[in-house]
């Protein structure tokens, strides 16, 4: 077994064992994984109606040194979440989905986190736009493999393409206007559709 993998799963033994004796099994995570969940808030019912997808929220796995095992995200500002608390958010809200890079090396991997810890302290972009002063969650994922490992994942969407029936009202009320339908953005269910994430884990 690979260095990555080893480090991985013991990592994931670990978290299960500070958890309790009956914590439910979970994936071996590795670095560089990307896991996702379904917020219980508006705004992730906006983003499950407009992609059609169950899937809301992204984030990347951390793995420390010393096994610590986190998730990076942009939730309030990019910040650093421990595993264990992330994933017991995520099984109130409906489950964990973990997809992993295939093709990247571990080195890349690392670079792509390294990437990714290098926003930490951003705050959350609730408009949507692609720039580096404030990051949503799928930006800060796709901008990590990037510039980290020269990999971009997902899929650019005009944000006049998804499915806002029923939401422009909530929409613009967020822009303070007409809703603006050039804006281009990568999803949460762009990511789980690249067939470059091979799909790990689904459920509690």
């Not at 822009?175 to 953005?185: A, F, R, S």
Request: charged content about 25%; glycine content about 10%.
């Amino acid at each position: 077994m690979a260095r990555g993998s080893l480090r991985g799963c013991v990592a994931a033994a670990l978290v299960a064992v500070s958890c309790g004796t009956r914590a439910a099994p979970g994936p071996a995570l590795q670095n560089g994984d990307l896991v996702f969940e379904r917020s219980t808030s508006r705004q992730s019912a906006a983003i499950q109606a407009a992609t059609a997808s169950r899937w809301s929220h992204v984030g990347i796995v951390e793995i420390a040194p010393g096994g610590e095992v986190a998730v990076i995200e942009a939730l309030g500002k990019v910040s650093r979440t421990p595993w264990a608390a992330w994933r017991k958010r995520a099984r109130r809200s409906g489950g964990v989905l973990v997809l992993r890079p295939f093709g990247p090396t571990p080195a890349q991997r690392e670079a792509a986190v390294d990437a990714a810890r290098g926003m930490l302290g951003r705050p959350y972009d609730p408009r949507f736009e692609w720039d580096d002063e404030k990051i949503y969650c799928s930006e800060l994922v796709v901008k990590a493999y990037e510039r980290g490992a020269g990999i971009s994942y997902g899929r650019r969407q005009r944000l006049g393409d998804l499915r806002l029936a029923g939401i422009e009202a909530a929409a613009e009320k967020r822009w303070g206007g007409p809703i603006p339908k050039d804006l281009v953005l990568v999803t949460p269910a762009s990511l789980v559709e690249d067939t470059r994430l091979a799909r790990i884990y689904e459920g509690p």
